[in-house]
């Protein structure tokens, strides 16, 4: 079969490699139809995730089944299917606690197994990990699964973000960060009842999608005090919660000091060299910090029901939709940041 390939140098194509097979019982194959870039990925094609050797990439797909393993009693051929970015055997103690994020036996495909950019995949704990679509695959059309592709993963992180910052009806909340799962956190932090939610960035394209989804925005740059910026252009409003959605030290330094004292923040960018937090810091202000990989599949249910009622529509966050054999591009722009997410139509 067909599967992506990046080496680490910036370069990404296609290889024949072997097709998937069930290995356990709980397994299924999945035909891959759609697969999405995400910001993620972009760290295995630069080369910057130490150990990464040349393989196959991504972690958002929707697809039919076409093999099961012996033991798969919820899923049978045929039937078609969307999944998390992580699998999980919903039976240990993380899973048990909602938390199948940090599945004891679980995994994130491209990391811990071959990425699902490819024609095919091979699903561990199938029933616990996929979640039924109620059409037939030739009824998912490209615009559907822009709808579905989101919630796998970045809808579902910048959603948790809301949820660990605590916040509730009425809240004021910001946003740092104009990412796709910056975005995902303000229609999050709205749907948990937030009264504002104003999205710090330095993108205006990306700040301008985030305003259609019902946020406020602000412009920042890296160089400045985002805190200070805000404060300024909005009359010394109190910040409430605070959702992290970037991973950088400014970041970070930006959502401790524009919460207000006793309020609470929530981290879901992944820190990369974020100095360690000074306990002073958070006790001075009375403050809750919470940061974690996002339970994707405990909210996955619950995203494609309203997605499927019309109650939440993601698609905005895919921008740019590419055949499975321009992958380059897909990545190239992602990379340079012309394109906000880039979804792959693999069949
Ligand atoms: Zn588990």
Redesign the pocket.
């Known amino acids: 079969m067909r599967s992506s390939w990046a080496d680490g140098t910036r370069s990404i194509g296609i290889a024949e490699v072997g097709d998937p097979e069930i290995e356990q019982s709980t397994d299924v194959i999945v035909d891959v139809h759609f697969a999405a870039v995400c910001g993620s990925d972009l760290w295995p094609y630069r080369g910057l995730l130490p150990g990464h050797r040349a393989g196959s990439t991504g972690h958002e797909f929707l697809g039919v089944v076409s093999e099961v393993g012996g033991a798969v009693t919820g899923l049978a051929p045929g039937d078609a299917v969307i999944a998390p970015f992580m699998y ?5 103690s ?2 048990r606690h909602d938390l ?1 994020s940090q ?4 995994g994130l495909w491209g990391r811990d197994g071959a990425g699902a950019q490819a024609e095919r995949i091979r699903v561990p704990y199938a029933d616990t990990t996929l979640v039924k679509l109620p059409w037939a695959i030739d009824e998912i059309t490209p615009e559907r699964a822009r709808a579905l592709l989101p919630l796998a993963d970045v809808f579902a992180t910048g959603y948790h973000g809301a949820v660990l910052a605590g916040v509730g009806p009425g809240d004021v909340v910001a946003v740092v960060g104009d990412g796709a799962v910056g975005i995902s956190a303000a229609v999050g932090a709205l749907m948990q009842g937030a009264a504002r939610v104003i999205v710090l960035g330095e993108n205006p394209e990306r700040l301008a999608v985030a305003a259609r989804f019902g946020a406020e925005t602000l412009r920042v740059s890296r160089e400045e005090s985002g805190a200070e910026r805000l404060r300024a252009a909005f009359d010394d409003l109190e910040v409430d919660r605070v959702v992290e959605a970037v991973g950088m030290q400014g970041a970070f330094d930006t959502a401790l000091d524009v919460v207000r004292v006793g309020g609470s923040v929530g981290f879901v960018g992944v820190p990369h060299a974020v100095e360690p937090i000074a306990p002073m810091r958070l006790f001075g202000k009375a403050l809750q910090l919470a940061g974690g990989t996002a339970p994707a599949r405990r909210y996955l249910d619950e995203f494609v029901a309203a997605t499927i009622a019309g109650d939440l529509d993601m698609s905005a966050l895919i921008d740019h939709t590419y055949a499975f054999d321009d992958i380059a591009e897909a990545y190239r722009a992602m990379d340079a940041g012309e394109t906000l997410k880039a979804m792959l139509v693999i069949r």
Do not use: I, Q
């Open positions: 999980s055997d919903g039976a240990c993380a899973c199948p599945c004891e036996h679980g």
